[in-house]
């Protein structure tokens, strides 16, 4: 074999002798690049994870706001049935409250508490609304829009996995609740109310940090359950793992999506309780006391109260949910080289 023909010999360097140099690979075909995701295909910086919730939020809105919205509107339907009923059966112990001012004051600051343990409590269901937007969140890699009904037929045999979470979760924040609660109760009954109001806030400040570290480590329990298909104790277990490497980075990322958004949302319905405030006054000063009038008019102002809530909450709730399908994914690439992963299906889905 002729040593100075390189184009034909090649040295064996295991061996150092000449060998026929073997066939050079042919030309791969060319593939076209892969789609532009709404989620990039690698990890994430902390402002384009918050940036990322509003983008799955505008790809898919019907999926991202329909499921919080249908959620919404049947708690709601619920919530004003259940607040009637009682309404109706305490009405001559309310129209006493009503007739005193201080009582009245305290009613309001009642329900104003009330109000805020509420909005905590249903946090619960994020975990149940990030698990429904975890399969659209996944096809947005490639672009691929994802309605609710294909999300729903997607998470076949996981529905009850999701919701039991979200009970679960919901479950223990409430008995934290009933926990916490019990000191100030007590020295209430014993003729302290003083005292009691003062262990209550202090316990309250308590059960905050404690339903906020809570809620935080299990954030990923619903999109565990969605994307992984574990089952619940596994979903909690691997929730814990993934939000310990980056605690901080997660707490800074939901926490502050959650308090921009609220106060965006604010924002935007502000304007329309304004306008329904004087559209309202005005209506009730031409009403000429007609007793049938005002209760009409009051009713429909209700419900239009309660129709906006509905929708700026499933706003709301539609963008935390999809910001927590955002950092579960970041959590993923940075921990598990998920992007890897991510990239790896576009290609054998493009192929």
């Known amino acids: 074999?002729?040593?100075?023909?390189?184009?034909?010999?090649?040295?064996?360097?295991?061996?150092?002798?000449?060998?026929?140099?073997?066939?050079?690979?042919?030309?791969?075909?060319?593939?076209?690049?892969?789609?532009?995701?709404?989620?990039?295909?690698?990890?994430?910086?902390?402002?384009?994870?918050?940036?990322?919730?509003?983008?799955?939020?505008?790809?898919?809105?019907?999926?991202?706001?329909?499921?919080?919205?249908?959620?919404?509107?049947?708690?709601?339907?619920?919530?004003?049935?259940?607040?009637?009923?009682?309404?109706?059966?305490?009405?001559?112990?309310?129209?006493?409250?009503?007739?005193?001012?201080?009582?009245?004051?305290?009613?309001?600051?009642?329900?104003?508490?009330?109000?805020?343990?509420?909005?905590?409590?249903?946090?619960?269901?994020?975990?149940?609304?990030?698990?429904?937007?975890?399969?659209?969140?996944?096809?947005?890699?490639?672009?691929?829009?994802?309605?609710?009904?294909?999300?729903?037929?997607?998470?076949?045999?996981?529905?009850?996995?999701?919701?039991?979470?979200?009970?679960?979760?919901?479950?223990?924040?409430?008995?934290?609740?009933?926990?916490?609660?019990?000191?100030?109760?007590?020295?209430g009954l014993l003729g302290a109310p003083i005292i009691g109001g003062v262990i209550g806030l202090i316990l309250l400040g308590v059960w905050v940090l404690a339903v906020v570290w809570l809620n935080l480590r299990l954030a990923f329990t619903g999109a565990v359950i969605a994307a992984e298909g574990l089952g619940i104790g596994a979903a909690l277990a691997r929730s814990w793992r993934l939000t310990g490497s980056g605690f901080w980075r997660t707490l800074g990322q939901l926490g502050l999506g959650y308090l921009l958004a609220n106060q965006f949302i604010q924002l935007v319905i502000a304007p329309f309780i304004f306008v329904l405030t004087i559209v309202l006054t005005a209506l009730l000063s031409t009403s000429g006391g007609d007793t049938a009038v005002m209760t009409a008019i009051a009713v429909t102002a209700g419900a239009l109260v309660l129709a906006l809530t509905a929708v700026s909450s499933a706003v709301l709730y539609g963008y935390f949910s999809c910001l927590v399908c955002a950092s579960y994914f970041d959590a993923r690439m940075r921990s598990e080289g998920f992007d890897l992963v991510v990239i790896r299906t576009e290609e054998a889905a493009a192929s």
């Open 1 to 187: 074999m002729g040593r100075e023909n390189a184009w034909t010999s090649q040295v064996d360097w295991r061996t150092g002798r000449w060998q026929p140099r073997s066939p050079s690979p042919g030309h791969s075909p060319w593939r076209p690049p892969l789609p532009r995701g709404i989620l990039p295909k690698r990890p994430l910086t902390f402002f384009e994870v918050l940036d990322a919730g509003f983008r799955l939020l505008r790809f898919i809105p019907s999926l991202a706001i329909g499921a919080p919205l249908i959620v919404f509107t049947l708690g709601t339907l619920a919530l004003t049935a259940a607040g009637t009923a009682l309404t109706l059966t305490f009405l001559p112990f309310l129209s006493d409250v009503m007739a005193d001012d201080e009582a009245m004051s305290g009613l309001a600051l009642l329900a104003q508490l009330g109000s805020f343990v509420l909005g905590l409590l249903s946090l619960g269901l994020v975990h149940f609304l990030a698990g429904l937007l975890a399969p659209g969140a996944e096809n947005s890699f490639g672009a691929r829009r994802t309605t609710l009904t294909q999300a729903w037929r997607a998470l076949a045999g996981r529905r009850w996995r999701l919701i039991g979470a979200a009970v679960l979760i919901t479950g223990i924040d409430t008995v934290l609740l009933a926990l916490v609660a019990g000191p100030a109760v007590a020295a």
